[in-house]
Each structure stands twice: as C-alpha cells, then as structure tokens.
C-alpha cells in the first residue's frame, strides 16, 4: 500500500514528504489508517538528535485511527475498529510483563520483524524505520497488535490521539508512578502537553493544590484550565522558596516534566518530609543530578517514570471515560489542526511554546 509519510532524514532537517510503501500485514500486525497525530516534543528532541533515531525514519508517535486490515493471529482488535496506537508496546511474556509492567518490557523486540524478513515499510526497496515503532505522520501505519487499543466510536479521534502519549504520560504519572492522594499537594516543573496532563491526574487524583511552575506567563494562564490553583513564573522568583511558601512547608509530590538537571533538583528541594520527586521528563541520558543526601533522612524520595507507569490497553479506555464524564480535558488540549504537509510549522509553533498540542489530520 502507498502512503503519503514525513519523513526525518536528516538532523535539524526539515521533513520531507514522500511516498511510501507499506507491506501487508504479517500474522500479529495491524494496519491501521491514519486519522490524527498529536505532535510532542519528542518528535522535535529526535528531529534534534537529542532522542536517538535511525533515520530514515517516519516520526509521530501519538496517533488514532481506523483498523484497514489485521493478521490472521490478532484477536484484539477487528477491521473498521477506532484505535490508539502507543509506543508501549509489549511481548507479554518477559518477566517486566508478568509482573504487571507491561511499560517496562524488556523484549519489545519480539513485537518487531526480524532482520531477514521483508520490512514493514520501504522506499524503492530502502528500509523506512518508525519512529518509536509507529511512525505516525503518515497516512497508514503497519503496527504490531500490541502497539493498538480499541476504543470506542463516539470519540472524536484528534482527542483520543493525545492519549497515546501526552495523556497517557502525564495523567499516567500523577494516578500509577506517584499515586497522589486526596488532599495532598503538588507542584508541577513544566506547563506544556505533558506538564497539563500531570495537573489533571493530580485533579482527578483529589490533590488540594496543585502548583504550575513555568517560565512563560502564557503556559501558566493556560494550566489554570487543567487544574493549576497557583502558578509560578521561575524568571522572577525561586521556585523552591515560593513553593515552600505556598504550600506551608513543602509539597507532597512534585513532578519534573521538562527534562532538565537542576529542575529535578529543585523538585526534590520543594518537597515536604516524606515528599516525592518524579522525574517525567526526558533528561537527555548521561546527565547527572547532584542533591544534599542529608534530605534522604526526612524519607524524601526521587522516582523515575516510564510513560505514566502505564497498561494502556486498560489506562486509555479509563482514561477516555473520564472525559467522557468531563472529569479530564481533551478540548482544551487541542490549540489546533494542521495537514501533514505543514508539519515543520507545528514544530516552530511547539518551539516557541504558543501551543499545547497541534494535531495533525489525514483526510
Ligand atoms: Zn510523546
Ligand atoms: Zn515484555
């Protein structure tokens, strides 16, 4: 099958649109038309060669759509399904899966082809790679069955999309990584897709206050919509001050969404006795972080967290009820649609911070 796809070629290149040809589906795969795609900052961190890629590859990583064909093996889902597609994609076998963490498996491989097998998707017989094993911006994508949960029709599938990682991460690490419990308080380092996400876990989760820090006055008027009861612009004042402050002596949970060292820091700095630091963000690997280990005695402690912690063949569906009832915000996460051809004008949109996501429709 040819398929329009956006495709990263090179570094700090912009994409190029071209056509590309999708095999047929084997017995575990799943092609799936591409409805929507949200566009997230790790797509622009690979574009950057800050996340490692194999170009030539088709980014996006957020996406929805329509089942077009399944394999003879695939049983969860059917033809002319509505599905998500997310990058945690597991074997269900390995001992990370058994235990009931299907985001940390450890053989995700085995949901791949093989080296000798023909591959998923080619361009005058070159080898196209997806990016996080999906490669959403393109008009179809050649998935494994694990990759895809249905959902159910009467959700608009742009919003759906967001739930395959903005959604998913966030919320995810706010309800399965922290746990955050009713009445406590939060602080949030970082007001974009995901950074909103985490607010509105924090709201569903009961949380009494939950603080935005950001360094753009319009991220923190827009987190106030997701649930932020205080903000704090970090040009101006100390955030690990401020938030101590604020919350009378420390916050319960606070969650580093940008991926950078000193933020986490001053997460793990902000937080009460007992407190919880989470890093979501995707600290490029080989960074450090340096922090006074004399906290450690007040039960401080400093988690890491996969993609919310999530099983997102059960979290999405959950997650889409709970918009279904108003409790989580999809709307307002949406700022706007753009044709895959204007994929590099989202980028310079989410570069300069005036969007919470753009999504991406295919007709
Ligand atoms: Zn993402
Ligand atoms: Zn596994």
């Not at 290149?13 to 590309?20: A, R, S, Y």
């Not at 092609?31 to 490692?52: E, N, R, Y």
């Not at 704090?232 to 004042?237: D, R």
């Not at 340096?290 to 997102?312: D, P, Q, T, Y």
């Amino acid at each position: 099958m040819i398929v329009k796809a956006a495709i990263h070629r090179e570094t700090n290149k912009p994409l190029t649109i071209e056509n590309v040809d999708l095999a047929d589906p084997s017995p575990d795969e799943v092609l799936v038309k591409t409805i929507a795609c949200g566009v997230c900052h790790s797509d622009l961190h690979a574009l950057h060669g800050a996340i490692p890629s194999k170009p030539p590859t088709i980014l996006g990583h957020e996406p929805a759509g329509v089942v077009l064909a399944v394999g003879d093996r695939v049983r969860n889902v059917s033809v002319g399904d509505h599905v998500i597609a997310c990058t945690s994609m597991f074997c269900g076998n390995c001992t990370q899966c058994i235990q009931g963490r299907p985001h940390l498996c450890v053989d995700r491989g085995a949901c791949l082809r093989g080296e000798h097998e023909t591959p998923r998707i080619t361009l005058g017989g070159e080898t196209i790679h997806q990016f996080a094993d999906l490669g959403g911006f393109a008009e179809a994508m050649l998935l494994h069955h694990r990759a895809v949960v249905s959902i159910d029709k009467d959700i608009p599938l742009d919003r759906a999309a967001l739930v395959g990682c903005a959604v998913t991460t966030g919320v995810g690490a706010a309800l399965n990584t922290a746990q955050v419990t009713p009445g406590s308080t939060v602080a949030v380092f970082g007001a974009g897709g995901v950074g909103t996400s985490v607010m509105q876990g924090a709201r569903i989760a009961g949380a009494r206050q939950i603080i935005a820090i950001d360094v753009l006055d319009d991220k923190l008027k827009n987190a106030e919509i997701f649930g932020a009861t205080n903000v704090i612009n970090s040009t101006s004042v100390d955030p690990v001050k401020a938030i101590r402050k604020m919350t009378g002596g420390g916050a319960d949970f606070a969650f580093e969404v940008v991926g950078v060292p000193h933020l986490l820091e001053q997460a793990f700095y902000c937080l009460a006795p007992h407190g919880t630091a989470i890093l979501v963000g995707a600290i490029p690997i080989g960074e450090m972080i340096s922090v006074n280990a004399g906290h450690f005695f007040l039960e401080k402690r400093i988690l890491g967290c996969m993609m919310g912690s999530n099983r997102f063949t059960i979290d999405a569906p959950h997650y889409l009820e709970l918009y279904r009832q108003g409790r989580l915000d999809l709307d307002a996460m949406v700022s706007q649609h753009e044709p895959l051809e204007r994929i590099d004008e989202a980028f310079t949109a989410m570069e300069s911070g005036e969007v919470t996501r753009t999504v991406l429709m295919f007709d």
